[in-house]
Structures are given as structure tokens and as C-alpha cells.
Nanobody
Framework: QVQLVESGGGSVQAGGSLRLSCAASGFPVSNYCMGWFRQAPGKEREGVATIAGDGSTSYADSVKGRFTISRDNSENTLYLQMSSLKPEDTAMYYC???????????????????WGQGTQVTVSS
């Protein structure tokens, strides 16, 4: 059974850092496409970063150079290291995965079917 559990959110001042974690179970994070998404109040959900089965990464322009997506295969956990945080980064952050297909490939589908419950990140100015 696939399960994703996020943690690591919190409140931080602008310029600060946070590391989000997404503990996965039911599949190996090393093989499949996973991603981080966020949704701010009144706004649509947006993709933040993805990591494909072959390790290829992709970032939204708004976070390039500030955020890093990675995974720890031994812990079976996905991470999002966030630095130089801005108030506009305030949102609920979700991790998602496609653990059924595209194992070991560089392809990440647009829609990922499995989601965690989210963790709140608040950045104050």
C-alpha cells in the first residue's frame, strides 16, 4: 500500500531555510518519479520540483537556485531543501509520486496519482 507522509514544515523568517521530508512506504523512492507541489490560499496548486526515476530533476523557475529536491534510498524518503525563503513561498507543501510506471526512466508524468497530506510552510517578512 502506497503511503506518503510529509513533515518538516513550519514558520520561518524571510531568508531562512527549511527542509521538508516525505517518508514513503509501499514502493522504493529510488526508482520512480516523485515531486513536491504547493498550494497557497486562493491560488492554484503549482509544481515546485520533481525527481524522475533516473534521478533527473526539474524545478519551477520561481525556486531555481533556492530549492533542492533529493532522495535518500536507505531511508526511502524524499526531501526538499529550501533556502533563501521568501514570503511568496508560503503555502501548503505536498509530496506526490507515480510508483506504478516509468521505473528508472527520466519521464515524470504531469499528473501524479499518490499524494501525502501536506505540511504547512509560512515565511514572514
Amino acid at each position: 500500500q502506497v503511503q506518503l507522509v510529509e513533515s518538516g514544515g513550519g514558520s520561518v523568517q524571510a531568508g531562512g531555510s527549511l527542509r521538508l521530508s516525505c517518508a514513503a512506504s509501499g514502493f522504493p523512492v529510488s526508482n520512480y518519479c516523485m515531486g513536491w507541489f504547493r498550494q497557497a490560499p486562493g491560488k492554484e496548486r503549482e509544481g515546485v520540483a520533481t525527481i524522475a526515476g533516473d534521478g533527473s530533476t526539474s524545478y519551477a523557475d520561481s525556486v531555481k537556485g533556492r530549492f533542492t529536491i533529493s532522495r535518500d534510498n536507505s531511508e526511502n524518503t524524499l526531501y526538499l531543501q529550501m533556502s533563501s525563503l521568501k514570503p511568496e513561498d508560503t503555502a501548503m507543501y505536498y509530496c506526490a509520486a507515480e510508483p506504478r510506471w516509468f521505473s528508472g526512466t527520466r519521464y515524470c508524468p504531469k499528473e501524479l496519482p499518490y499524494w501525502g497530506q501536506g505540511t504547512q510552510v509560512t515565511v514572514s517578512s
